[in-house]
């Protein structure tokens, strides 16, 4: 039963045009949401994050949108870049707990 | 800053075999942890530590054990490898307390298991 789903295994955008990378949860007790960026052979980076406590949060080119009644939330690259390709994770904590859930990742084609 | 070192990061294994899979971060973080990522799905946690000498299971722990003697090491061993283990493992650390930054994950590079 996967809680964080992200339902695009892949994506491609026109470098300089937005790119919008959706992710949905089941758990409502989900509080906290991170965005994780992978390139082949590397570990997961941290890119942006996100508390139940906002609907948006910003950080230079890129956003994060949380609708908590549709347990969703997209990131949002603008303007796209094709050092942006990259296999994207979403994740999800519930409080205390030690279990950041992942999604299974979309990976995102920016041509120049 | 190395951040978290991973080793090997590749190795194949035969059925039955075990191995140890190291990891070593240089943070100063309390909390680490062992994924293991499988082709199309998302990172499924194995095992964390808050701390030294603590360390609990997490979603899918059979078949690994861990241990936890230094803040800096959490290795990640596995008896008996079996065919289904075959995956790639990350290690991931974390700092704690309230300052910002304290959830978000730093992870290694990754090592690549292949069990024939």
């Known amino acids: 039963d996967q809680q964080v789903k992200q339902n695009s295994p892949s994506l491609s955008v026109q470098e300089g045009r937005i790119s919008i990378l959706n992710c949905d949860y089941t758990?409502?007790?989900?509080?906290?949401f991170l965005w994780y960026k992978k390139y082949p052979a590397e570990g997961p980076t941290f890119l942006i994050s996100?508390?139940?406590?906002?609907d948006k949060n910003e950080d230079g080119r890129f956003t994060v949108f949380l609708n908590k009644s549709a347990k969703h939330l997209s990131l949002h690259i603008v303007p796209s870049q094709p050092g942006d390709s990259a296999v994207y994770f979403c994740?999800?904590?519930?409080?205390?707990?030690?279990?950041?859930?992942f999604g299974p990742g979309t990976r995102l084609s920016v041509l120049p | 800053n190395a951040g978290v070192t991973q080793t090997p990061k590749f190795r194949i294994l035969k059925i039955g075999q075990s191995m140890t899979l190291q990891c070593t971060q240089d943070?100063?973080?309390?909390?680490m942890y062992w994924y293991r990522q499988d082709p199309g799905m998302g990172l499924k946690l194995i095992y964390y530590?808050?701390?030294?000498?603590?360390?609990d299971k997490g979603e899918v722990p059979n078949g690994y054990n861990v241990s936890r003697s230094t803040t800096e090491d959490f290795p990640l061993r596995l008896e008996l490898a079996a065919p289904s283990q075959t995956s790639v493992y990350f290690c991931?650390?974390?700092?704690?307390?309230?300052?910002?930054?304290?959830?978000?994950?730093?992870f290694g590079a990754g090592s690549r298991l292949t069990v024939l």
């Open positions: 991931a650390s974390r700092r704690t307390g309230g300052a910002s930054g304290a959830n978000v994950l730093t």
């Open positions: 758990n409502s007790m989900f509080d906290y």
């Open positions: 996100i508390s139940s406590i906002k």
């Open positions: 994740a999800a904590l519930r409080g205390l707990s030690q279990n950041f859930v």
């Open positions: 943070m100063n973080h309390n909390y």
């Open positions: 530590s808050v701390g030294a000498g603590i360390t």
